[in-house]
């Protein structure tokens, strides 16, 4: 696709459910990031993938959070037995590679925990 | 652990030159400094990034002093489009993470 696509853009679950949040890369990138923006506040880097090397996992807050890449391209984030403060929007980009200078966005997913 | 420190707001009349500083002393010699901007609702925006001389692109200027500690974007003529939350960072290239902080929130007013 032309840009960084991510679903569903809301999603509103109960307290404890699992929640899966998928982000389509832009086609031929192979740097995919994770990052969470809380409201009012800056972003969080959660995760990212490079390739088939072992992802870089140091943001995750806890290990509710988890998060795969198959095949090189879909990624799916998966936070299990939710918390009000899991609410947030989540926010992935893709680039190049790991080092390119430009990562695009896609709109973010806002997950709404009651 | 912040590496940049920016204002938290300014504003600018619409069709002057908006000029966002950012305060990076701590930088080292390898790092550039990249500037992304979030328009509400939206994901950030890459704007410009550079390392040592000043850079123009589309969107923005990008003006490093001689010393590196200090930088300022500059959007020659502000439209209300404008309007949003500029990021400075400073980030070493082939480091994937972009760290972001708090960053500036730019008001265009008409």
């Known amino acids: 696709g032309a840009g960084v696509s991510q679903s569903p853009s809301n999603k509103v679950t109960e307290k404890g459910k699992d929640v899966e949040l998928r982000c389509d890369p832009i086609s031929g990138h192979t740097a995919l990031y994770w990052y969470r923006q809380s409201l009012g506040q800056g972003l969080e880097f959660l995760i990212y993938f490079q390739g088939n090397s072992a992802p870089d996992k140091s943001g995750l807050p806890s290990d509710r959070f988890s998060a795969e890449r198959t095949g090189g391209s879909v990624s799916t984030l998966t936070i299990q037995r939710t918390q009000q403060e899991d609410s947030a929007v989540y926010l992935c980009?893709?680039?190049?590679?790991?080092?390119?200078?430009?990562?695009?966005f896609g709109q973010g997913t806002r997950l709404t925990v009651v | 652990d912040a590496k940049t420190t920016q204002p938290p707001s300014m504003d600018c009349a619409e069709g002057r030159a908006a000029n966002l500083p950012c305060n990076h002393s701590t930088i080292s010699g390898n790092e550039y400094v990249y500037w992304y901007r979030q328009i509400h609702s939206q994901g950030p925006q890459y704007i410009i990034h550079?390392?040592?001389n000043n850079e123009t692109n589309e969107m923005a200027s990008l003006i490093i002093t001689e010393d590196r500690k200090s930088s300022t974007l500059i959007l020659p003529h502000a439209t209300l489009r404008d309007t949003a939350v500029y990021y400075c960072i400073v980030r070493v290239e082939d480091n994937s993470k972009l760290t972001f902080g708090k960053g500036i929130t730019l008001s265009v007013r008409p």
């Open positions: 980009a893709s680039s190049l590679y790991s080092g390119a200078r430009k990562a695009f």
């Open positions: 550079g390392l040592k």
